[in-house]
């Protein structure tokens, strides 16, 4: 059999198929202007645009940001319901233009703890753009990576108790196969913004190999021209996936 070296080559040339992002600094960028947290949102949710409409310029397929994660419960009840607030009408704002640009939109993350009216309007738009293909917009909504591995789990385990899946047939490409990612390829670059280097519990599998780059400036900041350079920086990294210059 013909050795497979196509991720084993050297300088890396092509621009990332899918970059995931953690937009963070939304917090940062508002208390710096004397404002309450939400104003940093509300501008944070204005850049998405912009970012989106950047990708198919850069050869980016794939577009996956993290919007709220498990465990941004955690903060007052008025910020998260402000952003409840905010994602019902970033969707309703932006559900036009989306569709008109080609844009096929998905939501990512548990969906049981979100009202009834925002996953009733994350449904519409997932059916409006279903059948685009310009770009694909990932949103991860209450998303965990740790929660959609115990998900994923436990659906892979009802498989098992039914007799759909054998035991012996569970290898590395069985898990992911029952994530809420199952039909998207691993991002090949993850980039956090505002200067914090974690990773937040955000594509924990799906970035076993990805690159990162982590930037200082805040997610309201975020441009078009920053997001153009980390693709271009991206593009001279050595991706080895475990093997060796050839
Ligand atoms: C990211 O910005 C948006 C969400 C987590 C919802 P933050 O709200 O975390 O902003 P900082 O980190 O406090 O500046
Ligand atoms: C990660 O940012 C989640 C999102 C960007 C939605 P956080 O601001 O919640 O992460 P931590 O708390 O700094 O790790
Ligand atoms: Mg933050």
Redesign the pocket.
Known sequence: MAQDLSKSSSTQTSSPAHVAII???????A?LRGQP?LM??RA?AKRIREIVQTCPNVGVKYLTI????TE?WKRTQSEVSG?MTLFRQYIKREARNLAKEGVRVRFIGDRVRLDDKLVKLMDELEQLTETNDRVHLTIALNYGSRDEVARATKRLAHDVAIGKLLVADIGEETLPKYLDTCVLPDPDLVVRT?G?ARISNFLLWQSAYSEYEFVDT??PDFSAEIFENIVDRFKSRDRRFGGIKV
């Open positions: 937009m963070d600094g939304n917090g940062r960028w208390q947290r940093g949102h944070g993290f919007a709220f994660s941004n952003l505002s914090e805040l997610w």
